[in-house]
């Protein structure tokens, strides 16, 4: 087998490195948020009722419940900051680990990937099912089973499943 036959077996496809952004996304994210944190833990409450009176402002309803999740977490999170701190900085590591690991086209990441993703599939299906009605808990249902088909198929493309 050729040196450029056996790369190309051996490079991550496409879809994985776009799984691999999506990891980076997600983490650089909780990194914003444990900045945030970190820079208005004392006067958090001040700022969410600025930007939920912002956000209501401009965009009504639009994302009413995800915000009022965000919010009810960032009181908690003010509370016990440093702990959320940790937890926040944690994620976003695994997150960057799981990126580095397809980009670099490891088979444990595309275990660690596809189960991470395969199980709250379930979770998202009785929470969509119970609760109200809400477009993005459908979106994000719908884009981790894209995430794991994606991934589980470049398993059997490799022959590791």
């Known amino acids: 087998m050729s040196n450029i036959a056996r790369q190309k077996t051996s490079a991550a496809s496409e879809s994985i490195k776009a799984v691999a952004i999506y990891e980076i996304v997600k983490g650089v994210g909780a990194l914003l948020g444990a900045g945030a944190l970190w820079l208005w833990h004392s006067d958090l409450e001040?700022?969410?009722?600025?930007?939920?009176?912002?956000?209501?402002?401009?965009?009504?309803?639009?994302?009413?419940?995800?915000?009022?999740s965000v919010v009810a977490i960032a009181q908690r999170a003010s509370q016990n900051w440093p702990l959320f701190l940790l937890f926040i900085c944690a994620y976003a590591s695994i997150r960057f680990i799981e990126a580095y690991g397809l980009w670099q086209?490891?088979?444990?990441?595309?275990?660690?990937?596809?189960?991470?993703?395969?199980i709250f599939i379930p979770v998202e299906v009785y929470y969509l099912i119970t609760s109200p009605f809400d477009w993005f808990k459908l979106f994000i249902l719908v884009l981790n089973i894209i995430i794991v088909i994606v991934?589980?198929?470049?398993?059997?493309?490799?022959?590791?499943?």
């Open 46 to 68: 001040d700022w969410l009722a600025t930007a939920t009176h912002s956000w209501q402002q401009y965009f009504g309803q639009l994302l009413a419940p995800q915000v009022e």
């Open 105 to 118: 086209d490891r088979t444990w990441a595309y275990w660690f990937s596809v189960l991470g993703y395969g």
């Open 151 to 161: 991934v589980y198929r470049n398993m059997k493309r490799k022959g590791l499943i």
